[in-house]
């Protein structure tokens, strides 16, 4: 059963040293999901999933505790990983984290997460929302008390020099989405059009709604914790317990 999730931004540039001069700008963000995480190890889940949108199609799917991850293609030599281990699942050699995970392990990292064993999982970003939600249940159903924290952004379209250019609709649709994650209101996350979600760069779309399909019954309440768009791009950070 679904204990509690944290809801964070994915950008790269929540890692100061990915961020580099522009660091400070997302302080404020930082603070939040550090809030945001004690309100998961509070919960004593039994598992972590660490939830983010694949950044190509073959990155989707799971990914073992010790996976490893990266921001050297973002142009700063630092690396991650998801937790202690070596990632290699059965053996293999471990798949790197997409960008949204990587975000997510250093979070963890940051936080110095040891509250429970973890992994993560990549989701298409065109999952459709019936499948987005069936895979939080079956996350929800995993363990007894199960935590998820969740990688995604609202829109990329919110002013002129945002990354998706100026649209008028991503204004309404990261309100919904707030109020949303605000309530820990699941019928209304998985009521979010993915073509609309698509038009407007909202890459948290299906990482949202597999929340949406892990909390169904579960009777969490919700808190934002934050909400602006710098740069053009909603960023929400809410804790769901």
Not at 72 to 86: I, M, P, T
Not at 124 to 141: F, N
């Amino acid at each position: 059963m679904l204990v509690a999730a944290a809801v964070c931004p994915a950008p790269p540039l929540l890692v100061p040293a990915v961020a580099a001069g522009a660091a400070a700008e997302l302080g404020d963000a930082r603070t939040a999901c550090s809030d945001a995480l004690a309100v998961l190890a509070a919960s004593r889940p039994d598992l972590l999933v660490v939830i983010g949108s694949a950044d190509t199609p073959d990155a989707a799917g799971p990914y073992p505790q010790g996976s490893p991850g990266s921001f050297r293609g973002f142009g700063v030599a630092a690396d991650v990983r998801l937790g202690e281990g070596d990632g290699d699942g059965d053996g293999g050699t471990p798949r790197p984290l997409p960008a949204p995970l990587a975000v997510g392990a250093w979070l963890l990292e940051h936080a110095r997460w040891g509250a429970a064993p973890l992994e993560g999982l990549a989701v298409a970003a065109d999952l459709a929302p019936a499948q987005c939600l069936e895979a939080g249940r079956r996350l929800a159903a995993r363990e007894e008390r199960v935590a998820l924290l969740v990688l995604g952004d609202g829109s990329a379209c919110r002013t002129l020099k945002a990354p998706g250019y100026l649209d008028e609709r991503a204004a309404a649709f990261d309100a919904a989405a707030g109020r949303a994650l605000a309530a820990a209101d699941t019928a209304a996350l998985a009521a979010l059009d993915p073509g609309l979600a698509r038009e407007l760069q909202a890459a948290g779309r299906a990482p949202w709604q597999v929340l949406a399909g892990a909390a169904e019954g579960a009777g969490l309440d919700g808190r934002l914790l934050y909400e602006d768009a710098p740069y053009g791009v909603g960023y929400f950070v809410a804790a769901w317990s």
